[in-house]
């Protein structure tokens, strides 16, 4: 069984620009949750969704983030514009119970 | 911001040796969850405990919870090299799946 898909793995930018990323949950789970993680510390959760619902997004900078998940199942996460203070490890995870799945990651470094 | 705090933050052994990470968080929770990340990737989920539990066992991991103390310890017997990497820490409350990660503590075990 695949795992969570995460894609880009890296991505360098410039602060002001956009960048986005996506995600590709386990097959079946509806529960997809996107967080950040800033070096040396734990994931912070962004997003939470119950199928294409955001059931919790108090957490989501919302002047400059946002979060979609289309049908349910994909989802991206966006960052318009970027700031020096968005670097970090986006990683998405998803779950049909009380286990969490988590993807790869993807490492943001905004120059 | 994080529930959880992790004690001690960075811990380096030979291998053999045991491991013992501590975590203490600060509210009521439904169940602590501990989860294993090497560097560069994402989190492995690796046991889960109820409120109601006060310890539990999964191959060469020990976990044990007192709700009395708002704490959590994750014992590793025989650490190997392969066992290098951060563990952290999570809580759940009641009535959510929402997970609040500790800081985490690096192991590193040395061949």
């Known amino acids: 069984e695949a795992g969570v898909v995460q894609s880009p793995r890296y991505k360098i930018i410039e602060k002001k620009q956009p960048v986005a990323f996506w995600c590709n949950p386990i097959s079946g789970h509806n529960t997809l949750y996107w967080y950040r993680q800033n070096l040396g510390q734990g994931p912070e959760l962004l997003i939470r969704y119950e199928n294409e619902e955001a059931v919790d997004d108090s957490q989501l900078p919302k002047d400059r983030f946002s979060a979609e998940r289309l049908k349910g199942v994909d989802s991206t996460l966006k960052i318009q514009p970027a700031e020096l203070g968005d670097s970090a490890v986006y990683l998405c995870?998803?779950?049909?119970?009380?286990?969490?799945?988590f993807g790869p990651g993807t490492r943001l470094l905004v120059l | 911001s994080q529930q959880g705090e992790e004690d001690p933050q960075a811990l380096s052994i030979q291998e053999g040796e045991n491991a013992t990470m501590n975590c203490s968080y600060k509210t009521s929770i439904n169940n602590l969850q501990w989860y294993r990340q090497n560097s560069g990737r994402g989190l492995v989920h690796l046991i889960l405990i109820r409120s109601n539990e006060r310890e539990k066992h999964s191959g060469r991991l020990r976990v044990t919870l007192d709700t009395s103390k708002k704490s959590s310890s994750l014992l590793i017997t025989a650490s190997r090299a392969a066992d290098t990497a951060s563990y952290f820490c999570a809580t759940a409350g009641y009535n959510t799946d929402k997970l609040i990660f500790g800081t985490g503590t690096r192991l590193q075990v040395f061949p």
């Open positions: 995870a998803s779950s049909s119970g009380e286990t969490q799945y």
